[in-house]
């Protein structure tokens, strides 16, 4: 008796959706480009399941290890249903890491491909939503990861590094999403590219613009050689769901600065003493979250607002030999290193200001608070009102560590 | 299902159709109709009732008074003393009629036969009940006694159950030679004659007068001698038992490594005797109980007197007496005749083989099950988690015996879920795992032609099958099996592709949780339970497992185990002194089990370690 109950609960709400890991394939990135005979272009990247043991019978560890299809369709997953028409195992998101958009998708709006990601339950919301400012398809052919044996693991390990680098920012389905539609803020996406060994063309005269432009980069602009060819440094900003522009790499470690995601970097500032091929190379950690302070004026309708950054400077090299981190020295110095990213973090407001007019660091979520009503904050308007705002950054630093040799 | 069988019948041919639609409607019917289960005779462990305890004291003052008139022998008294009430049970409302061999007509019934005077009608009756001389291992000597005037008298015992040497030196030497001393008076004759002998010429440590042939078939049947002598209308019964047996050795199914290691042996006495060994308490009972209508067992229910709830003793003295069947000669088969679930996968009575346990137990307040010719103690009432301890967790210091609880509870997780939990995830939930692992296990089955399910039952198989082999199998080429079977099944079926090697890794780590459950019935338990959750995860993914966790949770909720619930004292929430999954100090556990509800509640007083609190006496710091 009670047996039957229970299998007819069983079966009636049973999952009947029984199948086999070889049955599957699974996707691991995929691309969305605007389409040439269609409306869009859909590149997924699929896994080959490869035993651990490196190819028993093949004997050669560089066996490809993913295939990369591209499929028009008029959405994402009608893409996904044709793509089965010549993908011989059922192509599914569960396992997807990373979905990136072209430049052009973004500029024209990425509302309506955010949307499906967040709803479809295969999709998780702390999937990668990355810009690129190529092709997508592009970007996904030449994921080809060389440390890791798939392209997901790869996508994860690059953007989690974001905890020891300042210039790749957070980028998850569900902050895109929420920042899209929201009153308060701008969203973000991190930007990607495919860097083709292209080296910087001529050696600039400048020893002190060198030094500045060491993250200040876009993707493809990394000097470099060898590697998996893509990369991640800079972000694009969001005005609404189009895209609106850019920061480098040296200003996202600043966004990030701002906004309390930031973690450590390491800069490398000029001696002030020597200015001339000397540096003092720090790694600069988050020592609390920054403090916001909003005045609203008398008389005005835009507040001013005041950020208070609290780093921390672990010194990794004075390559003048001078003994900063003795007795007043020390002050001095963490004033100077104060001073210079305070100039730089002014430097990101001014421009999110004046040439974006976004607020990406979210500020108007510390002013929500004073208003009533949500109707009110919303006929605030804050992000209209936000490039007419006084914003200003005021940076505490405290050397904690300043190596072994003295 | 009602449904079901209407499906059936439309396929049937028209005429059929009405009767098997109307059968069906009617089984179908009868199924989902709620139905009151027979009544059972329940017994509920409740509070010691104080009227029914006078009552029962009253009761055993009567039975101390009549095994007092009966014996003096200890372990008689208590043997009879249970007889007795059994018989005042039965026999107190119709006295039967006592009768003489004479009158005996038709076949010889044992009922209430007595001795008769006459030797040779005693011996021929002898030779009814024994069947001599065929029955070759009744041995029958004549002899005469020796005195002013030799009467004539026989000897009967068990040849391989009674111990030769105490025969000729205690029994025959002394009534044939001895005897006839310079104060024997010439006239003692009949049952005077054979108070005599008992007193004064047989060595026998146990010797008793016996009138009726009930008792002294019992007795020569368990390795007793039994003297007649002319013109004695009774019969002298010295105990001279003595046969082949295994000496104490280690314990074999439940082996540890700190603490005592002797385990229980074949023969009930020197069972109760490694029990007694450790209780030097008066308070410790033994009482024997018959148990099987033909092979006539002892069993022996041994509790603490000034412990044990009576109401328990009583209810499980009162099951073990009911049992009516042939043979109940093995404690498994007794567990199975007084148990309160039969057809549940989880075992409701330890068995144990080892004293140390049985002694913790019965000073909780428990009762211990000894079986004559059987090694292994039940023990009632058994809780769930029980079931999952060794005696070395409270043996070892805190934090290693809870390392080992740990371990074990994770052990049974595993045990019954792994396999179901694998076939879940790679068949329906594949999203729950890390990328890596997931392409894994795909390229691990890429060369399997069959579907998870198939695959995993069939390596589950195949490790029982190796585990029953291992047993089976004559001990020279058992160690040998389990290489090959290993070899066999995990090299060559991942080389053949088969299988795939993570499903090995799974099927082994299930089954190495498997042989860590302390309890042989509670691992067969987990065993069979494996495979209703693996079934259901093939079939129904996590719902199944979630199913099958919610009905086993709730069985066992609903069982019970001599009127305590199994899952005491988390099932229902009882007071507890925290010795369920992890335990606390030694010192610290004050209070007797509270679900036991036993006569002395405190095991030890709030302050166990006196030196604590001793003044003045404080050791030096340094």
């Known amino acids: ?406 | 299902m009602a449904k079901r069988q209407d499906n059936e019948g439309e396929g049937l041919s028209q005429e059929k159709q009405g009767g098997l639609i109307s059968k069906g409607i009617k089984a179908g019917v009868k199924l989902l109709v709620f139905k009151e289960k027979t009544p059972v005779d329940n017994f509920i462990l409740e509070g010691v009732d104080e009227r029914k305890q006078e009552e029962r004291r009253e009761e055993e003052d009567v039975a101390a008074v009549h095994t007092a008139k009966d014996d003096k022998t200890g372990e008689k008294a208590r043997a009879n003393k249970g007889k007795l009430r059994q018989k005042k049970s039965k026999k107190c409302k119709k006295p039967m009629r006592v009768k003489r061999l004479s009158e005996q007509k038709g076949p010889i019934t044992l009922d209430n036969l007595l001795v008769s005077p006459e030797l040779k009608v005693n011996k021929e009756y002898l030779e009814t009940i024994f069947s001599l001389p065929e029955n070759k291992d009744f041995v029958l000597r004549d002899f005469k006694i020796f005195s002013d005037k030799p009467t004539a008298a026989f000897a009967l015992f068990m040849e391989g159950m009674a111990d030769r040497s105490t025969i000729n030196e205690g029994v025959l030497k002394p009534l044939m030679l001895l005897d006839g001393g310079q104060d024997s008076s010439n006239d003692v004759t009949g049952i005077k004659m054979a108070e005599y002998i008992k007193e004064r010429v047989v060595y026998g440590n146990q010797v008793d007068i016996i009138e009726k042939y009930e008792d002294i078939v019992e007795k020569v049947n368990y390795g007793g001698t039994a003297v007649f002598i002319d013109g004695c209308p009774r019969c002298i019964l010295v105990e001279t038992k003595g046969w082949d047996r295994r000496p104490i050795g280690k314990s074999e199914t439940e082996q540890i490594i700190w603490g005592p290691h002797e385990a229980f042996n074949e023969t009930l006495r020197s069972n109760t005797g490694l029990i007694r060994k450790s209780i030097r308490n008066t308070n410790l009972m033994t009482e024997l109980i018959k148990v099987g209508v033909q092979n006539r067992t002892d069993a022996a229910v041994m509790y603490m007197k000034n412990i044990a709830n009576p109401r328990l003793v009583e209810e499980v003295k009162r099951r073990i007496e009911a049992v009516k069947s042939d043979y109940v000669g093995e404690s498994g088969m007794l567990e199975q005749f007084i148990e309160d679930h039969p057809f549940m996968p989880v075992p409701q009575i330890l068995a144990t083989e080892r004293p140390d346990r049985v002694v913790t137990y019965i000073l909780e307040g428990k009762v211990a099950i000894l079986i004559d010719g059987n090694p292994h103690v039940l023990i009632v009432p058994t809780t769930f988690f029980s079931l999952l301890q060794t005696s070395e967790d409270y043996y070892l210091r805190l934090p290693y015996g809870n390392i080992l609880r740990v371990l074990r509870v994770g052990a049974m997780f595993i045990a019954t879920t792994l396999p179901a939990v694998y076939v879940a995830i790679t068949t329906f939930h594949q999203e729950m795992i890390p990328t890596d692992l997931i392409l894994a296990i795909a390229a691990a089955r890429e060369t399997v032609p069959l579907p998870t399910v198939v695959e995993v039952f069939m390596m589950e198989f195949a490790f029982e099958l190796i585990r029953e082999a291992g047993l089976r199998v004559p001990g020279v080429i058992g160690n040998t099996l389990g290489i090959v079977g290993a070899l066999i099944l995990g090299q060559a079926a991942v080389q053949a592709g088969i299988v795939s090697p993570i499903l090995i890794i799974i099927v082994a780590v299930t089954g190495l949780a498997s042989f860590t459950i302390p309890n042989y019935s509670m691992a067969f338990a987990l065993r069979g339970i494996r495979f209703a959750f693996t079934a259901l995860a093939a079939v129904f993914g996590f719902l199944g497992v979630s199913a099958a966790f919610f009905v086993i949770l709730t069985s066992l909720a609903s069982m019970k185990s001599f009127g305590v619930p199994l899952l005491v004292p988390k099932g229902p929430k009882t007071k507890t002194e925290s010795d369920v999954v992890l335990r606390g100090p030694v010192w610290s556990m004050e209070e007797r089990p509270d679900y036991l509800d036993t006569l002395n509640r405190r095991r030890q007083p709030r302050i166990s370690r006196k030196w604590t609190v001793e003044s003045g006496k404080r050791g030096d710091d340094n």
């Open chain 1, 1 to 406: 008796m009670l047996f039957v109950c229970l299998f007819s609960i069983l079966i009636t709400a049973g999952c009947w959706g029984a199948r086999e890991t070889d049955e599957m394939g699974y996707v691991l990135s995929l691309g969305i480009d605007q389409g040439v005979e269609n409306v869009i272009q859909v590149t997924f990247q699929i896994a080959i399941p490869q035993s651990p043991e490196g190819g028993g019978g093949g004997g050669g560890g560089d066996k490809e290890n993913n295939i990369v299809v591209s499929v028009e369709a008029a959405s994402l997953f009608g893409a996904l249903q044709l793509a089965n028409s010549f993908v011989s195992r059922e192509l599914t998101l569960i396992h997807n890491r990373a979905v990136i958009v072209s430049e052009e998708i973004a500029r024209e709006g990425i509302n309506k491909y955010l949307e499906p990601l967040v709803r479809s339950r295969e999709i998780r919301r702390n999937t990668f939503f990355l810009v690129t400012r190529g092709m997508a398809k592009e970007f996904v052919e030449s994921n080809q990861p060389l440390l890791e044996r798939n392209a997901a693991r790869d996508f994860e390990l690059l953007l989690a590094g974001r905890k020891v680098v300042g210039f790749i920012p957070n980028s998850i389905i569900n902050d895109i999403h929420r920042s899209v539609n929201d009153y308060g803020r701008e969203a973000i996406v991190a930007l990607v590219g495919v860097n083709n060994d292209k080296k910087g063309e001529e050696k600039q005269e400048d020893y002190q613009t060198m030094v500045k432009s060491e993250t200040a980069l876009f993707p493809n602009e990394v000097p470099r050689e060898g590697g998996n060819k893509i990369e991640a440094i800079g972000l694009a900003v969001f005005h609404g769901d189009r895209l609106k522009g850019y920061l480098n790499g040296l200003e996202t470690s600043y966004y990030q600065m701002i906004t309390g995601d930031f973690r450590s970097a390491i800069y490398s500032f000029p001696d002030p003493e020597k200015p001339d091929g000397h540096l003092i190379v720090v790694r600069v950690t988050k020592g609390r979250n920054p403090q916001f302070k909003v005045v609203f004026e008398e008389g005005k309708v835009v507040p001013s607002l005041e950020v208070t950054l609290a780093l921390e400077g672990e010194i990794l090299s004075i390559q003048s030999g001078l003994e900063y981190e003795k007795g007043s020295k020390e002050k001095e110095l963490e004033e100077y290193l104060a001073r210079y990213l305070a100039s730089g973090a002014n430097d990101v407001i001014k421009k999110t200001q004046n040439e974006l007019a976004c607020d990406i660091f979210g500020l108007g979520d510390k002013l929500r608070k004073y208003f009533w009503t949500f109707q009110e904050w919303k006929d605030y308007n804050w992000l209209e009102k936000y490039p007419s705002s006084e914003v200003n950054v005021k940076v505490n630093l405290i050397i904690r560590r300043t190596g072994l040799s003295s």
